[in-house]
């Protein structure tokens, strides 16, 4: 293999390597910085949405429990789990594709059933009361999330619709039925607000980030090395090819009266300076020899 095919492809796999790892590097970056501006969404979802509740726990029920029949109940103006949806339903038309949700284990509410994943959030939670939240990367219906989960704690307010279901407003029983979403107790933790931030989209974009910046690479390599291709031919191969067949033929004593023609400021050139010199001493030692 001559050196030209061996530099070539040596420098060439260094490249590639080293193009190979900037894509790498490029696609973690991206990645990294989505994670965190998904985080950083996801929290500002649910802090405006945990805001609302616990605005209308501490300033709008409390006047609204004085103003209305203990039997009486009117979801959307005395649960803080409807109130904190009906707020989600209409921020949700802003940002598609985002999810809250308030898990639960037993709720009142169908669609707040929690999954699997949502349970298991509850079950931490409510085993170990010190952790405040929990966060990272999920797939749901095959979706990637980055999700943000909070626990809720059942306070006493709560077990007038959560507790004995014999003690429960009529109205809420009306609606709700009996089944479901009571027997709750203070303290403990059976639900979990969640905030999910769609990443797909992210995602496809640090790895479209990462391939484009390796085609740039790619097509950088590939016009490095019709540089170096020309470089090696023009001013290295064809040269040394060149003065290979000068000292060939000096070594049969041929072509003594001609200079080898390369006068490079160069390696290069220092040889064909060396291989001239070559050329006058076999010259005039061949004509001390004729002459004996």
């Given amino acids: 293999?001559?050196?030209r095919i061996r530099f070539t492809i040596v420098i060439g796999v260094l490249s590639l390597i080293a193009c190979v790892l900037l894509a790498y590097a490029s696609y973690q970056f991206s990645l990294k910085n989505a994670m965190e501006e998904a985080k950083t969404k996801g929290e500002m979802v649910f802090n405006m949405i945990d805001s609302s509740r616990m605005f209308f726990k501490n300033k709008q029920r409390p006047i609204v429990m004085e103003i209305v029949d203990q039997d009486r109940f009117f979801p959307e103006i005395m649960s803080g789990f409807v109130v904190a949806r009906g707020v989600w339903e209409n921020y949700q038309k802003r940002f598609p594709g985002y999810t809250f949700?308030?898990?639960?284990?037993?709720?009142l509410y169908p669609p707040n059933k929690a999954d699997a994943n949502e349970t298991q959030f509850i079950k931490e939670f409510d085993a170990n009361k010190d952790l405040k939240n929990r966060e990272?990367?999920?797939?749901k219906d095959g979706k990637k999330f980055y999700y943000f989960a909070r626990p809720i704690a059942v306070d006493k307010g709560?077990?007038?619709?959560?507790?004995?279901?014999e003690e429960a407003p009529k109205d809420q029983i009306e609606i709700y039925g009996t089944e479901h979403g009571y027997d709750w107790r203070a303290g403990q933790i059976v639900s979990t607000s969640v905030v999910y931030v769609p990443i797909d989209d992210a995602i496809a974009a640090a790895k479209k980030g990462a391939t484009n910046l390796f085609a740039i690479g790619a097509t950088g390599i590939v016009l490095i090395m019709a540089v170096l291709w020309f470089f090696l031919s023009s001013g290295v191969v064809s040269p040394l090819v060149k003065?290979?067949?000068k000292t060939k033929q000096i070594s049969l004593g041929k072509e003594l009266d001609e200079v080898v023609g390369i006068d490079s400021k160069d390696e290069i050139g220092d040889?064909?300076?060396a291989i001239d010199r070559l050329r006058i001493s076999t010259a005039k030692l061949l004509k001390r020899c004729a002459g004996k």
Avoid: F, N, W, Y
């Avoid at 949700?101 to 709720?107: F, S």
């Avoid at 709560?158 to 279901?165: I, K, T, Y």
């Fill in 243 to 245: 003065l290979q067949e």
């Fill in 136 to 139: 990272g990367t999920i797939v």
């Fill in 101 to 107: 949700k308030q898990a639960t284990i037993d709720p």
């Fill in 1 to 3: 293999m001559s050196i």
């Fill in 158 to 165: 709560c077990l007038r619709c959560h507790g004995d279901v």
């Fill in 271 to 273: 040889l064909a300076r």
